[in-house]
């Protein structure tokens, strides 16, 4: 069967919509722009950064010899004090992002349009949201170490500072992205602002709060791992040193055992989604 018989207005359906088939010249001239923007700066950032491709070459065949004295992983007798230091950091992980969900959570309601009426105080709760955030959780480790001292405690503090920030962003823009609908027909029933929130807004984004917790425990996981190279307590302290001494055997143990840890933590937050995702779906 041709195509005229398949689509007998094809002609006249092209001619009508020539915009939308053909596209808008000055739409396709601006994404021609925006491209050529984007690679001259890739290009310029090449030259500036003095980036070497044959630098990269070289320096490849050192980093097969180093995957090769990796092979195989090996803790050297030290897999217990290993396992204990990746607890610490998993514990670092999810006491700092528990700390700053809690923390963060009135923090997203003041900082959501819709919801405070005050913009001051809207205003005050965004800047400084962004100003916690604007720091790397490794400058903030950086700085607890120097408050508090060496260990565990500051790798919390430094997670816990850097995600208030980047939970009360989050949150706030659920909470604005809410549907307006069940909190007016809560108002309309005589219901409170209190009974507003808590009835209209909150069982629709609870859900989503909880999965953006979750990833950022998984995150976090690996963010530990890296303060704890300066101090903060966990398996970081270890695989520094195991990478100063060139015990490479021992490095690759600890990055393995991460990984597992890391796709357990994965593995689990996926599962508590879907099962939050199946309870919600049972209650329409």
């Known amino acids: 069967m041709k195509d005229r018989d398949l689509f007998p207005n094809r002609v006249d359906i092209a001619e009508r919509h020539a915009g939308l088939i053909d596209g808008d010249s000055t739409a396709r001239m601006k994404a021609l722009l925006a491209t050529a923007v984007v690679l ?91 100003s916690l955030r604007g720091v790397d959780t490794l400058i903030w480790a950086l700085i607890w170490i120097n408050v508090v001292g060496l260990g565990p405690f500051a790798g919390v503090l430094a997670i816990m500072t850097s995600d208030i920030g980047a939970f009360t962003k989050l949150f706030s823009e659920t909470i604005e992205a809410a549907d307006p609908k069940p909190a007016e027909g809560v108002v309309s029933t005589g219901g409170t602002r209190l009974h507003e929130v808590r009835f209209g807004l909150l069982p629709q984004v609870l859900p989503v709060f909880l999965s953006q917790v979750l990833y950022y425990f998984e995150s976090n996981t690996r963010s530990a791992t890296i ?21 490479w055997d021992r490095v690759s143990f600890i990055i393995l055992i991460v990984l597992v840890a890391v796709a357990a933590i994965d593995f689990v937050s996926t599962r508590i989604r879907l099962a939050m995702i199946g309870d919600k779906a049972s209650q329409k």
């Open 40 to 130: 001259a700066f890739a290009i310029l950032a090449i030259f500036r950064l003095e980036f070497s491709f044959a630098g990269l070459a070289n320096g490849t065949a050192q980093l097969m010899i180093f995957l090769g004295l990796m092979v195989p992983p090996d803790p050297g007798g030290k897999a217990l004090i290993f396992m204990k230091a990746l607890g610490e950091t998993v514990a670092i992980s999810f006491l700092g992002t528990l700390l700053a969900a809690l923390l963060a959570f009135p923090l997203g309601f003041l900082a959501a349009r819709g919801v405070m009426r005050g913009w001051l105080l809207r205003a005050f709760t965004r800047r400084f949201s962004d």
């Open 227 to 247: 303060i704890g190279i300066v101090g903060a307590g966990g398996i970081g302290l270890h695989l520094a040193e195991m990478i100063r001494t060139f015990e």
